[in-house]
């Protein structure tokens, strides 16, 4: 399975490490890295049995593997697969658990808006989705047009949300504990002084 460096249009990014995780440092690359897997030991095993996992959620869920380039995002690798006929995406993600909200919210929004997932396995962290056309994108469009199409976009995405899941609120409040962390393990690319204004201002 080989992996570029382009990205996927619906792969969603965020955080660097899973919430609670503590950062080994010792073992953690010192560089930043492109695939969030890459900078940590578990993670480059991850990336060294992504051949044979894909192998596996193929034979699972009755797929081919498609023609076309693999793109990777920090945190997920997406290949293009079939089903039968229909050509779709299969999602890899690292860490594993982050797809837990994620696919929860697909599922609430069953392709109303986002991208529809068709399967999912949160413990190996995989995803089937359909396959969209990241050709099309509203940067054609006339500026006036393309808002028109985002706020009914937002407009479907508007539903509630499930049980359980986290509000932008808090998430938002966890942000000031990670920014520390977060520059270690990227290599300190943002000055000190703009890290100690945000943790201030926070």
């Not at 051949?51 to 290949?79: F, I, K, N």
């Not at 995989?126 to 006339?142: G, P, S, V, W």
Request: include cysteine.
């Amino acid at each position: 399975m080989e992996v570029s460096n382009e990205r996927h249009s619906t792969g969603p990014h965020g955080p660097t490490q899973a919430q609670g995780a503590s950062p080994d440092h010792s073992e953690r690359t010192s560089e930043p890295v492109d695939f969030a897997a890459a900078g940590d030991p578990k993670g480059r095993a991850r990336i060294a049995e992504l051949p044979a996992l894909t192998s596996t959620m193929c034979q699972r869920w009755g797929l081919e593997v498609g023609d076309g380039a693999t793109w990777t995002g920090y945190h997920a690798v997406v290949a293009p697969v079939r089903r039968g006929r229909e050509p779709c995406v299969l999602k890899l993600t690292w860490p594993p658990d982050r797809i837990v909200d994620e696919s929860r919210a697909l599922a609430a929004w069953d392709g109303h808006g986002p991208v529809r997932m068709l399967e999912v396995d949160v413990h190996t962290g995989a995803m089937l989705l359909e396959q969209l056309n990241a050709r099309r994108t509203l940067r054609d469009l006339d500026v006036f047009d393309a808002a028109a199409v985002a706020g009914s976009l937002l407009r479907r995405l508007a539903v509630p949300a499930p049980s359980g899941l986290r509000g932008l609120q808090d998430l938002a409040r966890d942000i000031p504990g990670s920014l520390v962390a977060r520059q270690e393990r990227l290599g300190h690319l943002v000055p000190k002084r703009w890290l100690d204004a945000a943790l201030r201002l926070s």
